[in-house]
């Protein structure tokens, strides 16, 4: 198993940035933890890293992160946002640093996959695109033999192009049955098609804990004329979404023949589910 919490949990004085919580990430999963900001995902993510103290029980690959956090991260690659790299550092020096400080750094893989790019060794950050960025963040961490790549917010201030070219990557040259990666987000729509797990988080609390099959199995979507509102109410929607002549419902496991009665159910899109689970405030105009 990669993850193994029991009853994990973090207050700050009278704030309960994490309510108690147990989940299980073995290898092969995405798991993407999603929340709005201040939710709780930076306090998931730092435990499981090993910077925070914590109530519960917590193991990442066998080892407690707070107690043998200096061999846990010879496993573990982390990424925040990427465009947080310091400005004046060269390139060669950065790859130097890294070379120095992570045991699995295979530092010929990383120039190998800079010389395929116009990421200039000689080149301070500062004089480097966003799309160059990405590449220096990549070429370094797909050059760490890792099986655990957390990325927290990764993708922030990166334009659509770029946040595509990221998540490809890491896709084609990480991710493998033996691995298994945690991306914290509130950009729900970038990372839904590379998922296979959900944990969605609201006030602290995990309210959803699921795969990406077992949402489609479980949740469903369905766009019905405003003559028969009632009849749709009646089926206790947990969302709703007004439009013009019609209201847009999300549904928790409400048998499918009874929802084709009123229209013609859909998948629900995983930033409908975000809102629909995390900001379940009834009806949204």
Do not use: C
Request: net charge negative; charged share 25%.
């Amino acid at each position: 198993m990669i993850v193994q919490a029991n009853g994990l949990a973090k207050r700050y004085g009278q704030v309960q940035a994490l309510k108690p919580t147990s989940f299980a990430i073995p290898p092969g999963r995405i798991v993407g933890i999603i929340g709005p900001n201040g939710a709780g995902k930076s306090t998931l993510v730092n435990a499981l890293l090993g910077l925070i103290s914590h109530e519960g029980s917590l193991q990442v690959m066998g080892r407690t992160p707070l107690e043998d956090r200096a061999r846990l991260m010879h496993d573990v690659s982390y990424i925040a946002d990427v465009a947080t790299l310091p400005r004046w550092i060269r390139v060669k020096d950065l790859i130097d640093i890294v070379e120095g400080i992570h045991p699995r750094f295979d530092r010929r893989k990383a120039e190998e996959r800079l010389a395929r790019t116009n990421v200039r060794p000689t080149a301070r950050v500062s004089e480097l695109s966003k799309g160059m960025i990405v590449q220096l963040h990549l070429a370094i961490v797909l050059s760490i033999d890792a099986r655990l790549l957390v990325l927290d917010e990764p993708t922030l201030g990166l334009d659509l192009i770029n946040r595509r070219s990221f998540y490809d990557a890491i896709l084609s040259d990480f991710f493998d049955e033996t691995r298994s990666i945690i991306v914290t987000t509130h950009q729900v729509e970038e990372i839904e098609h590379v998922l296979t797990h959900v944990m969605m988080i609201r006030e602290g609390e995990v309210v959803l804990d699921a795969s990406i099959d077992e949402l489609g199995e479980r949740f469903t979507a369905v766009d019905v004329p405003d003559s028969r509102r009632t009849e749709a109410e009646a089926l206790k929607p947990i969302y709703s979404r007004r439009s013009i002549g019609r209201t847009s419902y999300v549904y928790d496991s409400v048998p499918y023949d009874a929802l084709a009665a009123l229209g013609e159910p859909r998948r629900v899109a995983l930033a409908d589910l975000f809102v629909a689970i995390v900001q379940p405030k009834g009806e949204v105009a």
